[in-house]
């Protein structure tokens, strides 16, 4: 993926002073060890990222270096003096910040408000000046350059420029290090790169970030220093120059695992007389128009596009998930209700939705029921189910999908990631459907997951059933026969097996499919 | 935080302990969870050994039947509750709805003498009227939270207001006697011994926790309370689930309202006023969760079952009726705190 030019690794930077370093550091969570004697120094001005497979520890690095754990044991040091105590939040606050993946700005309130959160300017003591905190937030957005107007409500601006806000708001709690977790799990490729031009300068300006992600590419992107944790361990800490992909998916995976990417240009058999399952016929919607194509039996579809292009609102309308308001759907010959997913289950079309935290799972019921929710009226007679027949479905579906769970019975909350998109996929698969709609099948779970996750369109194509891929990651796309690319609501371009990187995102992006 | 955290949290840190996991945790999973719905059963002990070492009669066949059968209508309101809580709804006009649909039932066939209507049906249409009342009543509510989506909150209050207005209206400060000997068996009969009340609560009691448990129209309750866009997702009609829980919720209340007036022998307008506070109290303290999704009815048996023991001490210790409500509510307060520690969980 060079979407993005590639930023040189900094040589001077080994020997500059560390701005946030830990060592020796042990967490325990009862009989789980969390992180064993780890280190990391993460040094000014740099772009440091760190990267694991879910599990390895990352996340508990970052509650022990914001100040939200404290380490079994091991140190802290900020600047080189220790970290404050735990209690002192406001100490941890002007050494340290962090981004989450979730936001945390306050949709309602104005940006400035945001900027200015349980510490507003006052006049005479108590009364809040609002003039002289726009005035304060705007200096401060000038400041870093952050193009947003400090008057609007926090909830329109667009997702990287909240992250921008968010990071402007730490910056004036005084901390000079922001750690980066995950920050463009909901970006598009184009908001991303938005995204990495401020970080870019930020960093010019003597911000030094830490920065988690499962995209490697974006760490080739913005990054100079990457450090790898497996199994609670560190395992390197290298020059992302010095550090070949091939290199970072061993250190990640242990040498076991090849790479997120599946095997690249095999060339497939389009069986071009196998029947159509699904027709979709001038489709058309708030977010689309005109739609139609078709998917064959045993053929793999991808289906791409930026954020608001349309390319999720049609695969949703596929599953029933969403109404459109024109249009026909086929599936099998047999045109099915819009809008509604009992009609599209009934037809034989299997969704893994976009997001498995909002439409995939329901966190407090058990792998068992999730996985079995699309066929609870199959598991009894007169609509008893019977616990037997679901523990074996669910059975069934552990070991087929490879799901790391302690059983049938474990409240799904408690999984990885990737293992609750696995469960997700089960659901999906659970009704052994002719149509598989997958929606973001691989958003934010670690690379061997992506691998199991890749591996059920392989086998769907083996099995004779159609599959409808929605992503904008290039991998998932790789595994696909054909790929429609969307946008502005519009199919507007096709490709076959052996496409390049370049012409699939420039027509992703709209710049035309023709040479430079 | 990203995902890694619960991950972190249930692997084990050796990946290869394959066989002898998978016969472990089920185990201690089903333990857990059965702690979690008996959660209260400490307190009630303890309960019932302070009763009985406090007052003597207090473990007498007699008074703990009396229990049972003066816990039975909160039991009904509060099965209702739970199941529409489950639901990831909430409907506060079940103590409305136990005032009005007996009343309703009652003057259609009482005589105008009596306070009726003066239409004078058939006994068995006025048995009828008060479940279809409630049932009615409940489809409404449905129709405006599930269909044009309105706030449960504001439009079950609202529905609350409303219902106890017309109430009272209807009876205009008169008591309603009279009533068939038919109206008043389910509050004040009695069948082998026990109260009719107590083995129709029990049932009702028996058959919502197995549905809930073991129908797809429980399993799918809880799908619909825990993530409803999940639930829709996989195929489940949401809003049906929905509006049947609030449909059958109400039918319960004006169950629960006939149970009341059997007791008493009679309806006035102030049937049930103020019951709703004493429901979510005891579905609350029972481990149903406000947020929906979770919670289990033994729980919540047990949550009645609590607060109906804790009135009969307080009143078997003669506590001055002044102070009575004082020292109810301080102690609904205490039962709150110790299920927050026995669970560990924060109740939302």
């Known amino acids: 993926m060079n979407r993005t030019p590639l930023t040189e690794p900094r040589a001077e930077g080994a020997d500059r002073r560390a701005v946030a370093e830990a060592h020796g550091i042990c967490k325990r969570y009862g009989p789980t060890v969390a992180l064993d004697d780890v280190r990391i120094a993460v040094r000014a001005g740099e772009s440091h990222a760190l990267v694991g497979r879910n599990g390895a520890g990352k996340s508990t690095l970052v509650a022990i270096l914001t100040g939200l754990q404290r380490p079994d044991r091991g140190v802290v040091l900020f600047d080189g003096e220790p970290a404050p105590g735990l209690a002192d939040r406001e100490a941890w606050q002007r050494r340290v910040a962090c981004v989450y993946q979730q936001s945390t700005i306050i949709p309602d309130l104005t940006v400035a408000e945001n900027l200015h959160v349980n510490r507003q300017p006052t006049v005479r003591g108590q009364v809040i000046s609002w003039r002289r905190m726009r005035r304060a937030a705007r200096e401060l957005l000038d400041a870093w350059g952050v193009e947003v107007d400090e008057n609007v409500p926090a909830g329109r601006l667009t997702v990287e420029d909240a992250k921008m806000v968010e990071i402007a708001r730490s910056i004036s709690r005084g901390t000079r290090f922001i750690i980066l977790d995950e920050p463009t799990a909901q970006l598009d490729s184009r908001a991303i790169d938005r995204l990495f031009t401020h970080v870019r300068r930020l960093q010019r300006a003597g911000i030094t970030f830490l920065y988690i992600s499962h995209h490697l590419e974006e760490i080739y992107a913005v990054c100079q220093v990457v450090t790898v944790f497996r199994d609670a361990r560190w395992i390197t800490t290298a020059p992302v120059g010095e550090l070949g992909r091939t290199e970072l998916i061993e250190a990640m995976t242990g040498g076991r695992g090849v790479g997120a990417a599946p095997d690249h240009g095999v060339i497939r058999s389009p069986s071009a007389d196998a029947p159509v399952a699904v027709r979709v016929h001038r489709l058309s919607g708030p977010h689309f128009t005109e739609v139609s194509f078709a998917i064959r039996s045993g053929e793999t579809v991808g289906l791409t596009g930026l954020a608001g292009s349309g390319s999720h609102q049609v695969a949703e309308a596929l599953a029933g998930l969403y109404r459109p308001d024109s249009g026909r759907i086929e599936v099998l010959g047999r045109p099915t209700r819009p809008g509604s997913v009992p009609s599209a289950l009934a037809a034989g079309v299997g969704c893994v939705p976009r997001d498995r935290h909002h439409e995939g799972l329901v966190p407090e019921l058990s792998v068992a029921e999730n996985a079995s929710m699309t066929i609870m009226g199959r598991l009894g007679r007169l609509g008893v189910i019977s616990r037997s027949s679901r523990d074996a479905f669910a059975r069934r579906t552990i070991t087929g999908l490879d799901i790391r769970t302690d059983g049938p019975a474990q409240p799904v909350k408690d999984l990885s990631g990737g293992n609750q998109q696995k469960v997700v996929m089960g659901r999906a698969l659970a009704t052994d459907p002719r149509v598989l709609v997958l929606i973001n099948p691989t958003a934010g779970v670690d690379v061997q997951s992506k691998r199991a996750l890749l591996s059920v369109v392989d086998r769907a194509r083996a099995a004779g059933r159609a599959a409808l891929v929605v992503s904008d990651e290039l991998a998932d796309l790789r595994t696909c026969d054909r790929v429609l690319v969307m946008f502005n609501g519009s199919l507007a371009a096709e490709y076959t097996v052996g496409w390049t990187d370049e012409e699939l995102v420039a027509s992703i992006e709209g710049v035309g499919t023709g040479h430079e | ?348």
Request: charged share 10%; net charge positive.
């Open chain 2, 1 to 348: 935080m990203n995902d890694t955290a619960p991950s972190g949290r249930t692997k084990g840190p050796t990946p290869g302990g394959g066989p002898d996991r998978a016969v472990r945790h089920p185990v201690r999973a089903i333990a857990l969870g059965r702690v979690r719905d008996l959660a209260l059963l400490p307190a009630v002990l303890l309960l019932l050994v302070i009763g009985a070492v406090s007052n003597e009669s207090f473990l007498e066949r007699d008074n703990l039947l009396n229990v049972l059968s003066a816990s039975s209508a909160l039991g009904l309101l509060v099965l209702a509750e739970a199941m529409i809580l489950i639901s990831g709804k909430m409907d506060l006009s079940l103590e409305s709805i136990a005032g009005l649909a007996p009343a309703l039932g009652f003057m259609a066939v009482i005589p105008a003498a009596s306070a009726g209507f003066g239409s004078e049906l058939p006994t068995w249409f006025g048995l009828l009227i008060i479940p279809l009342t409630g049932a009615l009543i409940g489809a409404v509510n449905g129709l405006l939270i599930v269909k044009l989506q309105l706030n449960g909150f504001i439009v079950t209050l609202a529905m609350n207001i409303v219902l106890r207005g017309v109430l009272v209206g209807m009876v205009s400060g008169k008591t309603l006697f009279d009533a068939p000997a038919a109206f008043l068996a389910l509050g004040s009969d009695s069948w082998l011994g026990v109260p009719v009340s107590v083995w129709v609560a029990g049932a009702c009691f028996a058959v919502a926790g197995w549905a809930l448990r073991y129908h797809r129209w429980g399993r799918a309750v809880y799908a619909v309370g825990g993530n409803a866009p999940a639930a829709r997702a996989a195929g489940i009609r949401v809003d049906r689930v929905a509006w049947g829980v609030l449909v059958i919720g109400g039918t319960l209340a004006a169950l629960a309202g006939l149970v009341i007036a059997g007791r008493v022998g009679a309806i006035n307008a102030n049937q049930g006023q103020g019951l709703i506070f004493t429901v979510f109290a005891a579905a609350v303290i029972g481990g149903i969760s406000l947020n929906g999704g979770k919670g289990s009815l033994a729980g919540a048996l047990l949550g009645v079952l609590l607060l109906g023991m804790l009135e009969n001490l307080l009143t078997l210790a003669q506590v001055s009726s002044f102070w009575i409500q004082a020292i109810y509510g301080a102690i609904i307060l205490v039962a709150l705190m110790i299920a927050r520690l026995t669970t560990g969980e924060s109740q939302e």
